[in-house]
């Protein structure tokens, strides 16, 4: 039964990802006792993501192989430019991240992943941030802020890999509550101030 | 030229190793162009490192293919209880630490990673910190500390995945000096306080 109460969280990677942006928020939901998928898209190498320095990170799975994302709370959109201009383009999470928002559910992007916001059509004009390189592209169709983490509607936006412990816990409260996220960041030692 | 004037670290990465710290430490000195080996040492699954939160890493190299230490600047080991028990106990990693801290060279070590610091023996009664859950194991033969990172006698220490951006940082300013890592930092958006 606990299984099924869990909170479940969907993370997309492809190459370029940006590497400290993905596994923050992978690792920080997981310490939640949240239900992280990595799932990867469009990869070079079937094997594993090449991350925008060289890391490389085994997805769980392919987004193709899962069938149903109604099981989702929340999916998370890591940055790296080129990633998220993959990501941004690929028809399957543009559709996924507006079904996403329609059902209720968090959509989450951080520094350039911020670009999928837009490009799925959700919640134009509303507050967002993201990484100051990519601010020229959504100002005109969002009330830009430069806040390091932005919640508005259900969209969660942070602005580089500096942001992603803060984005993270952010998710988690949204997810589970103020309690947990404190509980999490103590035992990371996270500084009083992000 | 510039590639042999380039700093060089060395990762070591196992099963059980904490993801953020380990991908934190790799990706910050990347930025600041340090040529960084990830370095795999005992998998279960030879592919990549399963980390702590079940990240999986594939690492750049096994260390035991890698026959020339004298090119590199430091040496980093990340936290992970499990891991770091298995990189403390481990004599191929015990020699080279110690090697490396007798040459002259930085030798680093995150959360529960400071444990491979005092198995190789280095720099007993020295300043240190690690994770809390590991402090007992280290008090009666360090002078132990709070603080976020303790750098000593070239040992650099800090003490969990919310440390992990300063210790990186710590280490670029330690190689290639303050402005170096002020660049990091900002382009990364870091809060002014870690």
Do not use: W
């Amino acid at each position: 039964m606990s299984d099924q109460n869990s909170k479940k969280a969907l993370v997309i990677v492809t190459d370029g990802s940006e590497e400290i942006e993905t596994v923050v928020s992978v690792s920080v939901l997981r310490r939640a006792q949240i239900d992280v998928t990595v799932a990867g898209i469009t990869l070079q190498n079937e094997n594993y993501a090449k991350c925008n320095r060289g890391v490389k990170i085994v997805p769980d799975q392919s987004l193709s192989n899962i069938s149903n994302f109604d099981i989702y709370d929340v999916i998370v959109i890591p940055g790296g430019l080129n990633a998220a201009k993959a990501i941004s383009s690929n028809p399957e999470v543009q559709k996924l991240l507006a079904s996403m928002h329609q059902a209720g559910k968090f959509v989450a992007a951080i520094c350039a992943g911020t670009l999928a916001i837009k490009s799925a059509n959700i919640n134009k004009g509303g507050k967002i941030t993201s990484h100051p390189i990519v601010k020229a592209d959504l100002e005109n169709e969002y009330s830009y802020q430069e806040d390091r983490v932005v919640v508005d509607n259900k969209v969660v936006t942070s602005r580089g890999p500096g942001t992603a412990l803060l984005f993270a816990l952010t998710i988690v409260e949204l997810l589970l509550g103020e309690e947990k996220r404190n509980e999490v960041s103590n035992h990371m030692i996270v500084a009083s101030i992000l």
